[in-house]
């Protein structure tokens, strides 16, 4: 029992000791968290002919470095995680507004055109928590384009599956599902999604794959329409890669965007999905250190098993006097 | 039928012990990747968010991350200290009390994942025929504070810190870090990445070896001591908070053989002694988990009850308790079935 009681005390305590000797440290890696944000957003290098668009006629949208597909950032607008808003940031697409679909599909404003300010458009922290679904759309002639990803809001929402379903564009790349909270997309895991139009799923439809890392990849969809994106390993050493913000605890962080098109009555449509993804699951681990600790606390508690002269003679006396309660109780 | 199907509380309470183990670990593979933000987002009992299967997840990572993002930051800017800021610490709350107001901490004795997995090793233990170490009325007392310093440093003190920016920002979940049931839970998933110790910086590492570390000792532990984790759980504190409130309660008589009895302490795989001793509010202890294996084994009728708003749900009685101790002695050693090693036998020096 000395064990026990010793080995909690000490685990109780000594993240104090360590915390109080880690404080600076912690207010220099916030900074640099902070820089790291910042350092992420590149200029722009033109090249396609969407690019080309950019920003010429209406709407607002900035370029993307790593991709010509359009794309939707999302930046917290609020102090820390628990911000109030959200300034939504269309790049390689040129839009009037953006479109925010509540989780909550019963709610009559749940679906919302944001307008545009200088910064991008502003979206105030929903009623309802959980995965909200965005989508920016440009229509020129006979070309249409869509930009879409997903966004959570902390706080307990509705199951975001019905909105994520309802056709909201004739061109859609749908998460199958979409990572919930404390989960995220991360290096050498598979993600489904779902490739439709006008609701009908795609078979054997070419998707493009580019992450914010430099991978390129070209992904083809099964007979239901779904693709796997078995998400790329291709974060490099510390240096130059940003985190996922102020909530990120130091995780490193890149951008990744899926994007197809399809051809009919005369109109291009170009949709594009977009997202976030982190290194493997087991970067920055050790399963054998993880194990060895495992190990030694293994060994610590093998004393416990251990049968001793003097328990063996408590134990038999105290089975006996169970058995005498019992017998006295049915006398 | 009923009484054919669950003999006994404790083969009723096993199996919803398992039926929880279930939904707490693989909930969300049964009813949906988003079941997790439609439950409670704040269960009192341990069940993992690093668990991508779990169907809910236990309110002590909210409390950190509340105290670590909202009322910690907002504490540095003292004007921002609004209702804003504190009403979603208070709807956590109330969501985890709406939950907690009907079952009290059963929670912890029958929905528990972790209390779960070490009752299974716990049996196993019995098969194995290894001791049982149990404390005694002179040292269960030094244990016991235990619990209350894990919640007010690991679950609300290095949060609340970490958000002011007076310790590391890594400090923000240390419980998390810490807790058993995050390496078990997802283990059962076959899921290795928690049992992998973050090797980012020393804090990572100190936190993550002191988790593998308990971890081990716990699996290993719960051989021969009963819940040894539960002992020190920062989520039977809290729950202790609360469970004067909740109509579900654990109501003892005073009787005159109590003194010479002592069955029911035997029973109680919290080694409350108190349930032996005393009467009233004071039998009802802040240890108690309410599996109500006191009330099986107590031998005379109606002194110990589990009462919901009065009403007794299950209560004392001599003839179930002569049937109880055929089965099973109440230290959890079973009757007449085979134990696979040497006989179980009882150290009784703590």
Known sequence: ?331 | MLKTIFPTLTRFRFTIQLIMLFVTVYGGALLGTYMVDRISQALPSLACAFDKQTGDHCILIVNQHQLHHRIGEALVKAQEITYKVFIPTLISVGTFFALFFFLNKAFCGWVCPMGTVQEVIYRIGRRLGRPLHRFEPGNVGRVRPVKWLMLLVLVLGLPLLAGMGTVSNELGDPYCQVCPSRIATTLLTADTEQIALRTGTGINMFLGALGNTLFGFIIIAALAVRLPFCRICPLLSWNALFQRLSPMQLVKKQHDKCAKCGVCEKACPMDIHEIGQEYGKKAFHEDCTLCGRCVEYCPDDDVIQIKFFGIPLFKSSREYYKNRVKLETPEGLPKNKVIWLAPAKENRNG
């Open chain 1, 1 to 331: 029992m000395r064990n026990i009681l010793l080995g909690a005390m000490v685990m109780a305590v000594s993240p104090l000791v360590f915390a109080a000797a880690s404080a600076p440290a912690a207010t220099q890696a916030q900074q640099d968290r902070a820089a790291g944000e910042h350092a992420g957003h590149t200029m722009p290098v033109l090249g396609s002919e969407a690019q080309g668009r950019v920003g010429k006629e209406r709407g607002m949208s900035r370029p993307t470095a790593w991709t010509s597909f359009p794309i939707l950032k999302a930046k917290m607008s609020g102090e820390g995680r628990e911000g109030r808003s959200i300034t939504l940031v269309p790049q390689g697409i040129v839009a009037n507004s953006i479109v925010a679909y509540s989780n909550d599909i019963k709610d009559a404003s749940g679906q919302r055109q944001l307008p545009f300010d200088m910064a991008g458009a502003k979206l105030d922290k929903p009623a309802s928590g959980g995965l909200h679904w965005l989508a920016a759309r440009e229509e020129q002639g006979d070309e249409v384009r869509v930009a879409s990803t997903v966004y959570y809001f902390s706080n307990p929402g509705k199951n975001p599956t019905a909105i994520f379903m309802q056709q909201k564009h004739e061109l859609e790349i749908i998460p199958q599902p979409f990572p919930r909270e404390h989960s995220r997309y991360r290096a050498n895991e598979d993600w489904k999604f779902l490739v439709r139009f006008n609701s009908k799923p795609q078979a054997n439809h070419k998707v493009s794959l580019e992450t914010g890392n430099g991978t390129k990849a070209e992904l083809v969809s099964d007979a239901q329409g779904i693709i796997t994106m078995h998400v790329p390993d291709d974060f490099k050493s510390e240096s130059g890669q940003k985190t996922a913000g102020e909530h990120s605890h130091g995780r490193r962080s890149s951008d990744f965007v899926l994007a197809t098109e399809y051809r009919e009555g005369g109109k291009n449509y170009l949709t594009a999905f977009n997202g976030s993804y982190g290194p493997g699951a087991f970067d920055q681990r050790s399963l054998a250190m993880g194990l060895g600790f495992t190990l030694l606390g293994m060994a610590g508690a093998v004393p416990l098993l251990r049968q001793r002269k003097s328990a063996k003679q408590a134990g038999d006396a105290m089975q006996s006097s169970v058995a005498e309660t019992a017998n006295n109780k049915d006398a």
